[in-house]
């Protein structure tokens, strides 16, 4: 079964960047989206950016205009630009692929912004 592996977190600064990677496992998937989600301590999972199909991006609200989703598509592989930094984005990040019959989550990677 394939697996997510996502790398790139740390710790920054606020103002900093940071870049996210997502790799799958295993290749010849045709996985139909990836994305990436967050979670902070004590708050629900949330939609922080993804990409479907062709190439057409969503942003969550509190993102749009700092962040930047790519995909590297025939290799599995998504990636997260991560700009202008706020300690609110504190969270671990979470990358999500669609199979259309199931979803693959990676174990999450760490990211701290200092104030």
């Known amino acids: 079964q394939v697996r997510l592996v996502e790398s790139g977190g740390g710790l920054v600064q606020t103002g900093g960047s940071l870049r996210l990677s997502c790799a799958a496992s295993?290749?010849?998937?045709?996985?139909?989206?990836m994305g990436w989600y967050r979670q902070a301590p004590g708050k629900e999972r949330e939609l922080v950016a993804a990409?479907?199909?062709?190439?057409?991006?969503t942003y969550g609200d509190s993102v749009k205009g700092r962040f930047t989703i790519s995909r590297n598509k025939p290799q599995n592989e998504v990636y997260l630009q991560m700009n202008d930094l706020k300690p609110e984005d504190t969270a671990v990040y979470l990358c999500?692929?669609?199979?259309?019959?199931?979803?693959?989550w990676g174990q999450g990677t760490q990211v701290t912004v200092s104030p």
């Open positions: 999500k692929a669609v199979l259309g019959t199931y979803d693959v």
């Open positions: 295993r290749s010849g998937y045709a996985f139909k989206a």
């Open positions: 990409i479907v199909g062709g190439g057409t991006t």
